[in-house]
Nanobody
């Protein structure tokens, strides 16, 4: 069993920055592909980005150039650095883990989520 615990959410003004963290415990962290998703009020949960190796990352188009995902396998932690935040980034952000080779349609684990609110 793996537990994922997000932190770092909060209220920030448009144009500001936040860094989210997701600490994992349990099974071998480095073997998982780690991802961030978000869910805005009244909308479906959407993929934000993922990281499978230190330099293999993917981002949804709307966050490219503004968000950066990284991981520290020694600390069992994945990070999401969010810069130039806009009101459309307001959502609950979730950390997720999946086995390499599988899709995000069935992740192995989810975190509980952390709220990010961007004021304009």
């Amino acid at each position: 069993q793996v537990q994922l615990v997000e932190s770092g959410g909060g209220l920030v003004q448009a144009g500001g920055s936040l860094r989210l963290s997701c600490a994992a415990s349990g099974r071998t962290f480095s073997s998982f592909v780690m991802g961030w998703f978000r869910q805005a009020p009244g909308k479906a949960r959407e993929f934000v980005c993922d990281i499978s190796r230190p330099t293999l990352t993917r981002y949804t188009e709307s966050v490219k150039g503004r968000f950066t995902i990284s991981r520290d396998n020694g600390k069992n932690t994945v990070y999401l650095q969010m810069n130039s935040l806009i009101s459309e980034d307001t959502a609950v952000y979730y950390c997720a883990a999946r086995t390499a080779g599988r899709s995000w349609s069935s992740p192995d684990y989810w975190g509980q989520g952390t709220q990010v609110t961007v004021s304009s």
